[in-house]
C-alpha cells in the first residue's frame, strides 16, 4: 500500500532561517505529491503540488522536487517568518480505478518561528 | 464562492447519542471525503464519494455511515458515538475523482468530543 514518512516536529526555527521539512514516500504506482498546511484551528490548504519525476513544485518561497529515484519530496524555503508558523504535511494521491482520488497523508510537522 | 462549508465548528456528545456532521460544496466538485485528524496520526480517509449515489470506504469506516444524494452535499453520520471519536473531523472535495494530480479542497473542520 501507500505510505508517507515525514519528520518529526515540532521544529523551532529563527526568523530567516532556511527551512528544510524531509518527505519520503512509498506508492505502487505514479502518484503526485503535494503539501499542504494547516494554520492554528484552520482547515487544510495546498501549499504545492507536483505531478510527475523531476517537477519542481512552488509557492510563497516553499518549493519542493518530486525525487522519484529517491522516493522523496522535502520542503524547503531559503528564510522563514513567524507567519510561517503551522502544521505542514505531506501528502500523495494515487488514483486508482473504482478508488478515486485518494490522498495519503504523513503524520505532519509543526513548525514554529520565533523573532 | 463558499467552497467547502462544515456544520458545526464544534459538538460535544455523551457516549452512545448519534449525530449527523454536515459537508456541502458549490464548487461541482465530482470527489468528496471525510477524514478525521488525530494527534501523531496524520489524517485518516474515514469514508468518500466518487460521485452521487457512489460511496465507499476508507481506512478506518467503522462507526461511520455516510449517503451521497446530491453533487453537494456529503453528511457524515456517527451511529453511536465513543470515545474513541473524539477528534477533528474534515471534508474534502476535488474537481475529478479520476485524476490523482487533483488538490483537494477542504472545510475547517468540525472539533467533536465523547464524554
Known amino acids: 500500500g501507500n505510505s508517507v514518512t515525514q519528520m518529526e516536529g515540532p521544529v523551532t526555527l529563527s526568523e530567516e532561517a532556511f527551512l528544510t521539512i524531509n518527505c519520503t514516500y512509498t506508492a505502487t504506482g505514479y502518484p503526485s505529491l503535494f503539501w499542504y498546511v494547516q494554520y492554528p484551528g484552520e482547515g487544510l490548504q495546498l501549499l504545492l503540488k507536483a505531478t510527475k519525476a523531476d517537477d519542481k513544485g512552488s509557492n510563497k518561497g516553499f518549493e519542493a522536487t518530486y525525487r522519484k529515484e529517491t522516493t522523496s519530496f522535502h520542503l524547503e524555503k531559503g528564510s522563514v517568518q513567524v507567519s510561517d508558523s503551522a502544521v505542514y504535511f505531506c501528502?500523495?494521491?494515487?488514483?486508482?480505478?473504482?478508488?478515486?482520488?485518494?490522498?495519503?497523508f504523513g503524520t505532519g510537522t509543526q513548525l514554529k518561528v520565533e523573532l | 464562492n463558499a467552497g467547502v462549508t462544515q456544520t458545526p465548528k464544534f459538538q460535544v456528545l455523551k457516549t452512545g447519542q448519534s449525530m449527523t456532521l454536515q459537508c456541502a460544496q458549490d464548487?461541482?466538485?465530482?470527489?468528496m471525503s471525510w477524514y478525521r485528524q488525530d494527534p501523531g496520526m496524520g489524517l485518516r480517509l474515514i469514508h468518500y464519494s466518487v460521485g452521487a449515489g457512489i460511496t465507499d470506504q476508507g481506512e478506518v469506516p467503522n462507526g461511520y455511515n455516510v449517503s451521497r444524494s446530491t453533487t453537494e452535499d456529503f453528511p457524515l453520520r456517527l451511529l453511536s458515538a465513543a470515545p474513541s471519536q473524539t477528534s477533528v473531523y474534515f471534508c474534502?472535495?476535488?474537481?475529478?475523482?479520476?485524476?490523482?494530480?487533483?488538490?483537494?479542497?477542504f472545510g475547517d473542520g468540525t472539533r467533536l468530543s465523547i464524554l
Open positions: 474534502a472535495s476535488s474537481y475529478s475523482s479520476y485524476s490523482s494530480n487533483q488538490p483537494q479542497h
Open positions: 501528502a500523495l494521491s494515487d488514483y486508482s480505478r473504482g478508488g478515486g482520488n485518494k490522498l495519503t
Open positions: 464548487m461541482n466538485h465530482e470527489y
